[in-house]
């Protein structure tokens, strides 16, 4: 059996747990590797791994090694399992929206070690500001979706009455990321979740 490249394994571990075709498109062929890492827990997000709530309070930093030199991205954060997996009345729940993202060009020295040294820096505000996983009592498993869509060159602008700036709980269910991309613009690049399994009830 042949190897799978790190892309082939991007996609075998979306198909898993069923994030093709719940939240990603099918056909799905990803062009980056995306890292995702929560600084004040040593947390990361690796594909299908299970964190729980405290390790993923803060918000994270996304490195995008290899990344497009001048290009800027766009990064949400949706989870398809609201209100549980077996009844995603609330699909999807949008957690993270923040455009603008650039990886540096000039890495330091060591970077290739340091994970924190390739971190992309965010050049514009938040759409929709991080809001920390947060699975209702006895909804079992929820799957938590990093997508990464590179933004069009000349860049795009949100209307100030999108849905997208709605940062309370209620504003923020029964979105869909991929149709966000579509109306914008952005090209979907890039994938990565982890798991949290909620509290007894």
Not at 85 to 95: A, D, M, S, T, V
């Given at each position: 059996m042949p190897l799978l490249t790190p892309l082939q394994n991007i996609i075998s571990a979306l198909e898993k747990?069923?994030?093709?075709?719940?939240?990603l498109p099918e056909p799905f062929t990803p062009s980056q590797i995306v890292h995702v890492f929560w600084p004040d827990s040593s947390a990361s997000s690796q594909l299908g791994n299970t964190l729980t709530k405290t390790q993923t309070v803060g918000e994270p930093r996304v490195a995008l090694p290899g990344a497009e030199?001048?290009?800027?991205?766009?990064?949400?954060?949706?989870?398809?399992?609201?209100?549980?997996?077996?009844?995603?009345?609330?699909?999807?729940?949008?957690?993270?929206v923040q455009p603008g993202f650039q990886q540096p060009t000039s890495p330091a020295e060591g970077a290739a070690a340091d994970l924190s040294?390739?971190?992309?820096?965010?050049?514009?505000?938040?759409?929709?500001?991080?809001?920390?996983?947060?699975?209702?009592?006895?909804t079992g498993v929820h799957r938590y979706v990093f997508l990464v869509f590179r933004e069009p060159k000349e860049g795009y602008t949100v209307p100030p009455d999108a849905l997208e700036w709605g940062a309370e709980l209620e504003q923020r269910r029964s979105w869909t990321a991929v149709k966000f991309a579509e109306r914008y613009g952005l090209e979907l690049v890039g994938a990565n979740y982890f798991l949290v399994e909620a509290e007894a009830a």
């Open positions: 747990e069923g994030t093709i075709p719940d939240v030199e001048g290009a800027k991205y766009t990064v949400v954060l949706t989870d398809p399992d609201a209100r549980s997996r077996e009844n995603p009345i609330f699909r999807e729940f949008r957690h993270w040294a390739l971190t992309a820096t965010p050049t514009k505000p938040p759409l929709t500001p991080y809001r920390p996983p947060g699975p209702g009592p006895g």
